[in-house]
């Protein structure tokens, strides 16, 4: 008799154990059910927004790009040039995010300047933004141009001792133009950011071609 009293005890826990479950497994159901026949709520509910226009989209997340920066070459302050011309190099940033721009990179506006005057310079900070101002699009370089664009020492030295306008036909002056030319080529979206501080200069080497 004792034994077939305990038998009923088993019974009462074995029950509350498979109720729990019945209960989870009826609950998910209903879950699943409300979420197939309700509209998702604002905590749920995916961005399905349209994309804006070009103009309000243009900035990018700073985290999102992988910026490099890099230097001008020099730029005369006034031009033709004399003894008294402040030439400038500024450094920028090129920035790169395959994900939005692939055949192109992000450009910044200057981010400093180098300023040389009489055998003295200085440099100042124009900028601690790295954001895009510009983007600049994608050309192949080709190895005659590659060989140009190293000669920008050499095309350094020669504009810091320039006094007044140069020979187009000089051969020091030919190197310069074909240097500028060369930069000016690969780097138009830049040089657009600083063309009102130098467009003399630009003028110049952009008309002796």
């Avoid at 900070?125 to 510009?134: E, F, G, V, W």
């Avoid at 950011?193 to 130098?198: T, V």
Wanted: with cysteine.
């Amino acid at each position: 008799m004792s034994y077939r009293k305990k038998q009923p005890s088993a019974c009462v826990w074995k029950n509350p154990l498979q109720l729990i479950g019945n209960s989870i497994l009826l609950a998910v159901f209903l879950q699943g059910c409300s979420s197939a026949n309700s509209s998702p709520t604002d905590a749920t509910q995916p961005n399905t927004s349209l994309p804006t226009n070009s103009s309000e989209s243009t900035a990018t997340p700073a985290t999102n790009i992988m910026w490099t920066k890099t230097e001008s070459p020099l730029f005369p302050a006034n031009w033709p040039p004399t003894s008294e011309t402040v030439w400038v190099r500024y450094t920028f940033a090129y920035g790169k995010n395959p994900a939005t721009l692939f055949d192109g990179s992000y450009v910044t506006r200057p981010l400093s300047k180098t300023e040389w005057k009489a055998g003295n310079s200085s440099t100042t900070t124009l900028s601690t933004d790295m954001s895009q101002a510009a983007i600049q699009g994608v050309k192949p370089l080709d190895n005659e141009t590659a060989a140009i664009l190293k000669t920008g020492k050499q095309v350094s030295e020669y504009c810091l001792k320039m006094t007044e306008l140069p020979k187009p036909n000089a051969p020091k002056t030919k190197e310069m133009l074909d240097y500028y030319q060369a930069w000016f080529k690969y780097n138009c979206a830049f040089l657009g950011l600083i063309r009102d501080n130098h467009a003399g200069f630009i003028d110049w080497v952009t008309n002796n071609q």
